[in-house]
């Protein structure tokens, strides 16, 4: 976990990483939302576009569940303005930061319908019981306690209020070759330095060897079992840059670790390229948006 955060910190505070509106679109945003927004909030770090899946009314409160730079949280106060509320909340504090930044330089967004906080979720949302009317979160929940997260989710919602959120999820086991491969990627910290589609592709890679990549059934089984009703994938979505960035290590000049000599990490580069570019990453996971109820 502290791997992850040091990574999510470390694309907070790039300013490379902004104005990624081909990766955006690719997961689900559509340009017209894109071009509301300031560059800094267009980083590509979700896997959906959850906040499509909502009915967001004026007067209405939101949650979203590690919000990175903000991008939901901004799309969705456009919807809930000029009396409703839309909250972010991330365990990363520049991350939380950035969010404020591009808060302050978004038009369409007064910042008395914005507010963003720090929270780790594994222990507890810090909110009332029964406030919101929708909880979204966008590629996060796969690093959570998923039974604690939902159970807080549950509380905070008011009745007949919606939880919906998009995520990385598994279709089959990856070959044993770039299981192994992708381990020791993990274990020696390599990670690609930017976020092109490339490196989106291998870090959803890194993600299915991790084993956090979540099973749908599992999921829907889950949200059930926690009391939520009209449980439902809404959208599966293909991972993209499969075809067009056939070779994943495109993204391999880019890429660090911290547990590597420079020639070690052109080795690994090179074996890299050898074992994923023949995969489809769609064969092994997908991008799912999941859609629940809490009753009324």
Do not use: W
């Given at each position: 976990?502290?791997?992850?955060?040091?990574?999510?910190?470390?694309?907070?505070?790039?300013?490379?990483?902004?104005?990624?509106?081909?990766?955006?679109?690719?997961?689900?945003?559509?340009?017209?939302?894109?071009?509301?927004?300031?560059?800094?909030?267009?980083?590509?770090?979700?896997?959906?576009?959850?906040?499509?899946?909502?009915?967001?009314?004026?007067?209405?409160?939101?949650?979203?569940?590690?919000?990175?730079?903000?991008?939901?949280?901004?799309?969705?106060?456009?919807?809930?303005?000029?009396?409703?509320?839309?909250?972010?909340?991330?365990?990363?504090?520049?991350?939380?930061?950035?969010?404020?930044?591009?808060?302050?330089?978004?038009?369409?967004?007064?910042?008395?319908?914005?507010?963003?906080?720090?929270?780790?979720?594994?222990?507890g949302i810090n909110f009332p019981d029964n406030h919101f009317n929708y909880v979204t979160a966008n590629?996060?929940?796969?690093?959570?306690?998923?039974?604690?997260?939902?159970?807080?989710?549950?509380?905070?919602?008011?009745?007949?209020?919606?939880?919906?959120?998009?995520?990385?999820?598994?279709?089959?086991?990856?070959?044993?070759?770039?299981?192994?491969?992708?381990q020791e990627a993990f274990d020696n910290q390599v990670v690609p330095k930017g976020n092109d589609v490339?490196?989106?592709?291998?870090?959803?890679?890194?993600?299915?060897?991790?084993?956090?990549?979540?099973?749908?059934?599992?999921?829907?089984?889950?949200?059930?079992?926690?009391?939520?009703?009209?449980?439902?994938?809404?959208?599966?979505?293909?991972?993209?840059?499969?075809?067009?960035?056939?070779?994943?290590?495109?993204?391999?000049?880019?890429?660090?670790?911290?547990?590597?000599?420079?020639?070690?990490?052109?080795?690994?580069?090179?074996?890299?390229?050898?074992?994923?570019?023949?995969?489809?990453?769609?064969?092994?996971?997908?991008?799912?948006t999941f859609s629940s109820q809490k009753p009324v």
């Amino acid at each position: 976990m502290d791997f992850v955060k040091e990574e999510y910190r470390t694309l907070a505070e790039d300013e490379t990483v902004r104005n990624n509106k081909e990766l955006m679109e690719l997961t689900g945003y559509e340009s017209k939302q894109l071009d509301k927004l300031p560059p800094d909030a267009i980083m590509g770090i979700g896997c959906g576009n959850p906040t499509a899946e909502c009915d967001l009314l004026p007067g209405m409160r939101t949650l979203d569940l590690g919000c990175g730079p903000g991008t939901d949280v901004l799309l969705s106060a456009m919807k809930v303005a000029p009396d409703g509320m839309a909250i972010g909340v991330d365990y990363v504090p520049e991350m939380v930061e950035r969010a404020e930044q591009n808060a302050k330089k978004c038009p369409d967004v007064d910042k008395d319908n914005t507010d963003f906080r720090i929270n780790n979720l594994n222990g507890g949302i810090n909110f009332p019981d029964n406030h919101f009317n929708y909880v979204t979160a966008n590629c996060c929940l796969c690093l959570l306690d998923q039974p604690k997260v939902f159970r807080e989710v549950k509380r905070v919602l008011k009745p007949g209020g919606y939880f919906v959120f998009s995520e990385v999820t598994v279709k089959k086991t990856l070959p044993q070759k770039a299981d192994d491969l992708l381990q020791e990627a993990f274990d020696n910290q390599v990670v690609p330095k930017g976020n092109d589609v490339a490196s989106k592709v291998f870090r959803v890679y890194i993600t299915l060897a991790k084993g956090d990549a979540i099973v749908p059934s599992e999921i829907l089984g889950l949200l059930k079992e926690t009391g939520f009703q009209k449980t439902k994938i809404t959208v599966s979505r293909h991972i993209p840059g499969t075809k067009k960035y056939p070779k994943v290590a495109k993204s391999a000049p880019h890429m660090v670790g911290k547990k590597l000599t420079p020639d070690e990490i052109t080795d690994f580069k090179k074996r890299l390229d050898d074992v994923l570019s023949d995969l489809n990453i769609n064969e092994f996971a997908s991008f799912d948006t999941f859609s629940s109820q809490k009753p009324v």
